[in-house]
């Protein structure tokens, strides 16, 4: 599975922007989907996830009400909306794929990232 995540770029806070992270050469059907970030000078952590069977969701406390992740199977996609970013949302975005629990240490593959940046 390759994947290319898509989506990051400059914003003001209180802004919003859409992540989409989207996968060739498998389908991500019975793949679970995670979103991390990582921060300058800071280690990658868990922002969101998403089964691949019920579509339960989970979310960092940091970020919970203000992002929702979803997916479209049939488009072999999963997205991250944020809303009402926030400076301590700045950070290079990436998303994984795995059979696993959604950790940092578990992805089976991971997109290439993408840039966020929120200005104040």
């Known amino acids: 599975v390759q994947l290319q995540a898509s989506g990051g770029g400059l914003v003001q806070a209180g802004g919003s922007l859409r992540l989409s992270c989207t996968a060739s050469?498998?389908?991500?059907?019975?793949?679970?989907m995670g979103w991390f970030r990582q921060a300058p000078g800071k280690e990658r952590e868990f922002v969101a996830s998403?089964?691949?069977?019920?579509?339960?969701?989970g979310y960092a406390g940091s970020v919970k009400g203000r992002f929702t992740i979803s997916r479209d199977n049939a488009k072999n996609t999963a997205n991250l909306q944020m809303n009402n970013l926030q400076p301590e949302d700045t950070a290079v975005y990436y998303c994984?794929?795995?059979?696993?629990?959604?950790?940092?240490?578990?992805?089976?593959?991971w997109g290439q990232g993408t840039l966020v940046t929120v200005s104040s």
């Open positions: 994984g794929a795995t059979r696993g629990v959604v950790t940092t240490t578990t992805m089976m593959y």
């Open positions: 050469g498998r389908t991500l059907s019975n793949y679970n």
């Open positions: 998403i089964s691949w069977n019920t579509g339960s969701t």
